[in-house]
């Protein structure tokens, strides 16, 4: 959103100057198009692109880059710092802390205007995902602009950006001792499950939370919500993530979409064993997108009940690891892809789908852990580039009954390494290489989706690799130009090796786990890891890297390594004499496209954080400049009073920077 101002003095006519009259023209003309550009949701758009048409901060000037004011959250206790900042209508508004405070920040000078806190409850206490936030949702009704976020106790809460108070006529009464008398929904009242408004479900029953903000659409609220991460849990009981839609000016209930297939309802069938009576999660804990103008969101899920096995759930079960489709007026299915078949790998949908404008129509695009990016028509669903069912292996392990196939894309090709093999061992010496292989001998190595093993398994390996276990995530979400329709993907190749044990001894990790039925089997507490003996990463580098991909063509653009070789690595005495290359640093870092440029952060050969300038159509390095601190799961950028603002999630704290005045 760009809005416009007159300056003063951008009407020069003298007949005596025209040239600099016309200079003066060009100027203003510049200064009052860039004036104010709003960052509206975490993404910036509804098509969450973390993009900005802000160019005011060039290649030329970028180095000049400094702080100009630092948002200490400590006093909100805040600790991730996953929250990436909203500024809409000259305030920044975020979410601190695991009490999720809501706080609307001076883009002046960083000072705190007003908070909000919801009052305790035993739902917060025990909330597993309390200072994970990540955003607020927003929207205007009647001229006055609407902040809502969900809490970790999961209610609903929406609030006058002016003012911080809860929005009248809002929601209901909370029979909640010092809860606001207007401006909050209780969301479990409509999920259908028995509760206590103070302690929330029974965790007998199961638990839900929320991790990401809601997004309006049209005038709709559409709530998503997040479980116990599945690899802390032993027992098969859970509530569904089921997804919510409620009237932004009144809270009225509109609708709920059923993650897991009631009987009679598409996709039940894939639910054998009855299980959809009584497991769970398959939650939107990433944030979600829309498109406005066609009326629906596009909602990505995670796995059912349980990571890293499913005895307990055969079949495919659907909306497992999908991205979905919805109408937001009446949250009916318009169509849904399904990423991972009867998901047991921890191949959760972490990050927010992007929607772009290409050659092929308007698009979706949908990045994951694994390593690909699934693209569909926004309308239809349909795949923009087939979209291939491969064998897969089966498991081993007792009970387990994994899908026979996996969807791959055939475009755009994978973006990181894809499963685990001995061509992609180090093999920067033939001594290495060897060291390499030694390392992995007593693992499993396979494709991508290689079948988790239990402990004492026959083959006697440790365990098995699963690799990529984390590509993309929640902590590097790709970016978008919308001008271009290319995609920036940043990611790292790393693999897990979790193994199962007996459902008895997982069980006595929690002290409070939800459910009542132990599972046959659960992931092992930590497990065995492979190293290499000289302290260098077992595979081949890029360590990290940013790929561009053209979602005009389906093909990779450029792919760079991020950030720089670690001294520890370039200083080795087992490689020198040895060019290795840019290995890239290993990290990963935040991204954001502007007008002329790509911005990421990562970290020099010396660890030292830096923001680094990117040619978007290349990938050549413009300029860099030495960031305060280390920099987290989120960057944006917007311009306030005509000063462009770069802004980094330093911790608990947030840190603006931007051209000296």
Same mark, same amino acid.
């Given at each position: 959103m760009i809005k416009k101002r007159q300056f003063f003095g951008c009407t020069q006519t003298s007949l005596i100057e025209l040239s600099i009259a016309a200079?003066?023209?060009?100027?203003?003309?510049?200064?009052?198009?860039?004036?104010?550009?709003?960052w509206t949701t975490l993404g910036n758009d509804y098509a969450h692109t973390r993009s900005t048409s802000a160019t005011q901060i060039t290649p030329d000037n970028f180095s000049d880059l400094e702080v100009t004011w630092v948002w200490d959250g400590a006093s909100f206790e805040a600790q991730s710092g996953r929250s990436t900042p909203s500024y809409i209508n000259g305030k920044l508004f975020t979410v601190a802390g695991a009490r999720r405070h809501v706080v609307a920040i001076d883009p002046d000078n960083g000072a705190t205007i007003w908070s909000y806190r919801e009052p305790d409850t035993g739902r917060w206490e025990y909330s597993m995902r309390a200072d994970y936030g990540k955003g607020v949702g927003h929207t205007n009704i009647d001229g006055k602009d609407i902040i809502y976020v969900i809490s970790p106790g999961f209610f609903l809460t929406a609030l006058e950006a002016e003012t911080g108070q809860p929005l009248q006529g809002f929601g209901e009464a909370v029979p909640i001792e010092g809860f606001p008398q207007t401006g909050v929904v209780d969301l479990l009242k409509d999920l259908g499950h028995p509760y206590d408004p103070f302690e929330g479900i029974p965790l007998e029953r199961g638990y839900i939370t929320s991790s990401s903000p809601p997004i309006v659409v049209n005038d709709v609220v559409v709530v998503g919500n997040s479980a116990e991460q599945g690899y802390n849990q032993s027992?098969?009981?859970?509530?569904?993530?089921?997804?919510?839609?409620?009237? *932004? @000016? =009144? +809270? %009225?209930?509109? !609708?709920? $979409?059923?993650?897991?297939?009631?009987?009679?309802?598409?996709?039940?069938?894939?639910?054998?064993?009855?299980?959809?009576?009584?497991?769970g999660d398959i939650s939107s804990w990433a944030p979600i997108s829309a498109d406005q103008e066609l009326g629906l969101v596009?909602?990505?899920?995670?796995?059912?009940?349980?990571?890293?096995?499913?005895?307990?759930?055969?079949?495919?079960?659907?909306?497992?690891?999908?991205?979905?489709?919805?109408? *937001? @007026? =009446? +949250? %009916?299915?318009? !169509?849904? $892809?399904?990423?991972v078949h009867h998901d047991i790998w921890n191949f959760d949908t972490p990050t927010a789908p992007i929607l772009l404008e290409t050659t092929n129509g308007p698009i979706v695009a949908q990045a994951t852990k694994?390593?690909?990016?699934?693209?569909?028509?926004?309308?239809?669903?349909?795949?923009?580039?087939?979209?291939?069912?491969?064998?897969?292996?089966?498991?081993?392990?007792?009970g387990e009954q994994l899908s026979s196939t996996q969807p791959i894309p055939t475009k755009p090709a994978a973006f990181e390494y894809t499963g685990s093999n001995e061509e992609l061992l180090v093999n920067f010496t033939p001594e290495l290489k060897q060291q390499a292989l030694q390392a992995v001998a007593e693992f499993q190595m396979g494709p991508l989706f290689n079948p988790p093993m239990r402990a004492n398994d026959p083959s006697g390996k440790q365990s098995a690799l699963m690799c990529p276990n984390g590509a993309v995530n929640?902590?590097?979400?790709?970016?978008?130009?919308?001008?271009?329709?290319?995609?920036?993907?940043?990611?790292?190749?790393?693999?897990?090796?979790?193994?199962?044990?007996?459902?008895?001894?997982?069980?006595?990790?929690?002290?409070?786990?939800?459910?009542?039925?132990?599972?046959?089997?659960?992931?092992?507490?930590?497990?065995?890891?492979?190293?290499?003996?000289?302290?260098?990463?077992?595979?081949?580098?890029?360590?990290?890297?940013?790929?561009?991909?053209?979602?005009?063509?389906?093909?990779?653009?450029?792919?760079?390594?991020?950030?720089?070789?670690?001294?520890?690595?370039?200083?080795?005495?087992a490689l020198d004499g040895v060019d290795i290359g840019n290995t890239g640093s290993g990290a990963v870092g935040q991204m954001v496209v502007t007008g002329n440029m790509l911005i990421y952060s990562n970290v020099t050969s010396d660890g030292t954080p830096h923001l680094f300038a990117l040619d978007k159509q290349t990938g050549q390095e413009l300029a860099r400049v030495e960031a305060p601190a280390a920099s987290r799961y989120g960057m944006s950028s917007w311009v306030h009073k005509g000063k462009q603002h770069v802004i980094l999630q330093t911790g608990s704290s947030l840190t603006a920077m931007a051209l000296p005045n």
């Open positions: 200079l003066s023209f060009l100027f203003c003309s510049t200064s009052i198009a860039q004036d104010t550009i709003e027992r098969i009981e859970n509530v569904p993530g089921d997804i919510l839609g409620y009237n *932004a @000016r =009144t +809270g %009225e209930f509109l !609708w709920k $979409f059923n993650v897991i297939p009631q009987p009679g309802e598409y996709g039940h069938e894939t639910w054998e064993n009855d299980a959809w009576q009584y497991t596009y909602i990505p899920t995670n796995g059912v009940t349980i990571d890293y096995y499913g005895g307990h759930h055969p079949g495919d079960n659907l909306y497992g690891t999908s991205l979905i489709s919805l109408d *937001a @007026r =009446t +949250g %009916e299915r318009a !169509w849904h $892809f399904q990423m694994q390593g690909y990016v699934y693209v569909f028509d926004r309308e239809t669903g349909e795949p923009t580039w087939p979209i291939e069912e491969v064998p897969m292996p089966s498991s081993t392990v007792p929640i902590t590097h979400p790709p970016v978008a130009d919308p001008d271009s329709g290319i995609m920036y993907v940043m990611s790292r190749y790393s693999c897990g090796s979790r193994r199962l044990v007996p459902g008895e001894e997982a069980d006595t990790y929690y002290d409070a786990p939800t459910g009542t039925t132990l599972s046959r089997f659960a992931a092992a507490s930590g497990g065995p890891t492979p190293r290499h003996p000289a302290g260098i990463p077992l595979w081949k580098p890029p360590y990290s890297r940013i790929t561009a991909i053209d979602l005009n063509t389906g093909d990779h653009l450029w792919m760079i390594p991020a950030g720089y070789t670690p001294d520890r690595i370039r200083d080795l005495p």
